[in-house]
């Protein structure tokens, strides 16, 4: 399984970036794909994921209502539209996946560890 993202940069305060993850390689019918962002000195943590099981989504209080992950009709491409960006959204922002994932997306969401393919990551700046 191959995650390539793309789509990072620097972008001012109040702009939007979206952020695309380029998936191959998938052969379970249960999977979970989010996007999760490290920042200096911080843990990594879950901003966006998605179970394709019932299309569920989860998304932490800091960025829900600005960010929003969505898949490409042909499911193989993933995306995270980020509006509204400030300062504290700048980090590198990876795409991540698991496979036979049967728990809700909020338990891998907030658990990266768990998670088994990554990509390499994108940076995001935001300037203030």
């Known amino acids: 399984l191959q995650l390539v993202e793309s789509g990072g940069g620097l972008v001012q305060t109040g702009g939007s970036l979206r952020l695309s993850c380029a998936a191959s390689?998938?052969?379970?019918?249960?999977?979970?794909i989010g996007w999760f962002r490290q920042a200096p000195g911080k843990e990594r943590e879950g901003v966006a994921c998605?179970?394709?099981?019932?299309?569920?989504?989860y998304y932490p209080d800091s960025v829900k209502g600005r960010f929003t992950i969505s898949r490409s009709s042909a499911k193989n491409t993933v995306y995270l539209q980020m509006n509204s960006l400030n300062p504290e959204d700048t980090a590198v922002y990876y795409c991540?996946?698991?496979?036979?994932?049967?728990?809700?997306?909020?338990?891998?969401?907030?658990?990266?560890?768990?998670?088994?393919?990554w990509g390499q990551g994108t940076q995001v700046t935001v300037s203030s």
């Open positions: 390689g998938f052969t379970s019918d249960y999977y979970l």
């Open positions: 998605f179970r394709n099981s019932d299309g569920s989504t």
């Open positions: 991540a996946a698991e496979t036979g994932a049967t728990n809700p997306s909020s338990y891998y969401c907030q658990a990266p560890k768990i998670l088994n393919f």
